[in-house]
């Protein structure tokens, strides 16, 4: 099996920082491609920041120029450094892990979610 497991969330006033991390491990053959999401209440999920294993980054606007997204592929983990939060960016975060596994090949596998709070 594999597991995803996020950390690092926690509140924070506005302005503030906060460093998140992801640890993808288990039954993984090849990891092309990790990320992160996130969920308010009451919206949709949606992609904050990803990196492919060539490097490859891409950010919502929302967080461009704030967020720094990096990863080190030997150990499969992935990290997103926050600066500059808002109230806005509260919501909880996901981290994702596509990639090729042992036993569900290409597939992509989810976090249970880390919650991050930027109080005003």
């Known amino acids: 099996q594999v597991q995803v497991v996020e950390s690092g969330g926690g509140l924070v006033q506005a302005g503030g920082s906060l460093r998140l991390s992801c640890a993808a491990s288990?039954?993984?053959?090849?990891?092309?491609?990790m990320g992160w999401h996130r969920q308010a209440p009451g919206k949709q999920r949606e992609l904050v920041a990803a990196m492919t294993v060539d490097g490859t980054s891409n950010y919502a606007d929302s967080v461009k120029g704030r967020f720094t997204i990096s990863r080190d592929n030997a150990k499969n983990m992935v990290y997103l450094q926050m600066n500059s939060l808002k109230p806005e960016d509260t919501a909880v975060y996901y981290c994702?892990?596509?990639?090729?596994?042992?036993?569900?090949?290409?597939?992509?596998?989810w976090g249970q979610g880390t919650q991050v709070t930027v109080s005003s």
């Open positions: 994702s892990a596509d990639g090729v596994f042992i036993h569900n090949g290409v597939y992509d596998y």
């Open positions: 288990g039954s993984i053959f090849k990891i092309t491609s």
